[in-house]
């Protein structure tokens, strides 16, 4: 059974930073790629980033670009998202998937995680 279980998520100041946390377990995340999506509140799940370790390629969405880094630490089997400079329009449920390839739309993860909630208060 595949489980990505997200951590890390919490109520920061505007320009605060996170770290959120991904545990893998079921599949080894070095033969997958990884992807950050996230909810804000009455919106649709929107893109973040995603890495495919395989063609070494990272996509941003523009409105986190420079802001936000993923990691990834295959011996654990964990995906991390560092969220730098942080504004409250970045407060949102935050979900970690993984799939055969890039994922940028919702249908593209093979897996979900169940989420963590961010809050960023101005």
């Known amino acids: 059974q595949v489980q990505l279980v997200e951590s890390g998520g919490g109520m920061v100041q505007a320009g605060g930073s996170l770290t959120l946390s991904c545990a893998v377990s079921?599949?080894?995340?070095?033969?997958?790629?990884v992807a950050w999506f996230r909810q804000p509140p009455g919106k649709e799940r929107e893109f973040v980033v995603t890495?495919?370790?395989?063609?070494?390629?990272?996509l941003y969405a523009h409105f986190v670009k420079g802001r936000f880094t993923v990691s990834r630490d295959n011996t654990k089997n964990m995906v991390s998202l560092q969220m730098n400079s942080l504004k409250p329009e970045d407060t949102a449920v935050y979900y970690c998937?993984?799939?055969?390839?890039?994922?940028?739309?919702?249908?593209?993860?093979?897996?979900w995680g169940q989420g963590t909630q961010v809050t960023v208060s101005s």
């Open positions: 998937t993984a799939g055969r390839k890039l994922m940028i739309g919702l249908s593209d993860p093979d897996y």
């Open positions: 890495n495919d370790r395989s063609t070494d390629t990272t």
């Open positions: 079921g599949i080894t995340i070095s033969s997958y790629a």
